[in-house]
Every structure is written in structure tokens, then in C-alpha cells.
């Protein structure tokens, strides 16, 4: 059962993997799908077709529990004030096991 911490709201959500209702915006249980079923508050302004950079998060723990980084995702993030080796792209990771990320601060967004 996955566990997905959001920081810095703390928000924890806990669900069966396969169960989760998908909400229509990113990758089936991604990160994205992930805080829309649990009403945390993450900026996606393409939707979740991985064609903005707005809901990019740093994974504090568990990078090796997402799914790997696609092309697309990749050239993306390239674009993101402030780019780590633990960025991500919510819409597009997929979430197999325990993780903490982190949503960036209005300071550090766009």
C-alpha cells in the first residue's frame, strides 16, 4: 500500500495500489492523480499531458519508487528554475511505493 507524503503541507495519502479512482489528468496513479484524489493543492496547468513544467515537485525520499523518467519529462524539466537530479514532473510519476515529496513554494515556483 503506497504511502505518499506531501511536504510542506505534511497531507498523507495512504491507498490500495489498482484502487485509486483516476481523475483524467496525468498518468494513472502518478503524483498528480495521487494529490487530486486526496485534495492536495498542486499546480498543473496543462492538465497532465506533460506539456508545462507547473506541477513539478522535489522527491525527498523515494526517487527509486517512481516510475522512470521519460524523454518528454526529461527535456521539460530542463526548463525548471531551480532543476535538481530530484525533480520530477507530478503528472508523469508514477508512484509504486513510499514517497515524500515536495511541492515548491511560490518563491521557488515559476
Same mark, same amino acid.
Given at each position: 500500500?503506497?504511502?505518499?507524503? #506531501?511536504?510542506?503541507?505534511? $497531507?498523507?495519502? +495512504?491507498? $490500495?495500489?489498482? *484502487? ?6 496525468? %498518468?494513472?496513479? *502518478?503524483? %498528480? ?17 506533460? *506539456? ?5 515537485? #522535489?522527491? +525527498?525520499?523515494?526517487?527509486?519508487? %517512481?516510475?522512470?523518467? $521519460?524523454?518528454?519529462? +526529461?527535456? &521539460? ?11 520530477? &514532473?507530478?503528472? $508523469? ?18
Amino acid at each position: 500500500m503506497p504511502k505518499i507524503t #506531501f511536504l510542506p503541507s505534511n $497531507q498523507i495519502a +495512504e491507498y $490500495q495500489e489498482g *484502487s485509486l479512482p483516476y481523475k483524467g489528468e496525468g %498518468l494513472r496513479e *502518478s503524483l %498528480l492523480d495521487v494529490a487530486l484524489n486526496y485534495g492536495v493543492e498542486l499546480r498543473h496547468a496543462c492538465g497532465g499531458i506533460c *506539456s508545462c513544467i507547473t506541477c513539478h515537485v #522535489f522527491v +525527498e525520499e523515494g526517487d527509486e519508487r %517512481l516510475s522512470p523518467m $521519460q524523454k518528454a519529462e +526529461e527535456a &521539460l524539466l530542463y526548463r525548471v528554475p531551480g532543476y535538481t537530479l530530484h525533480s520530477r &514532473l507530478a503528472c $508523469q510519476a508514477a508512484v509504486r511505493g513510499d514517497v515524500v515529496v515536495r511541492i515548491p513554494t511560490p518563491n521557488e515556483q515559476l
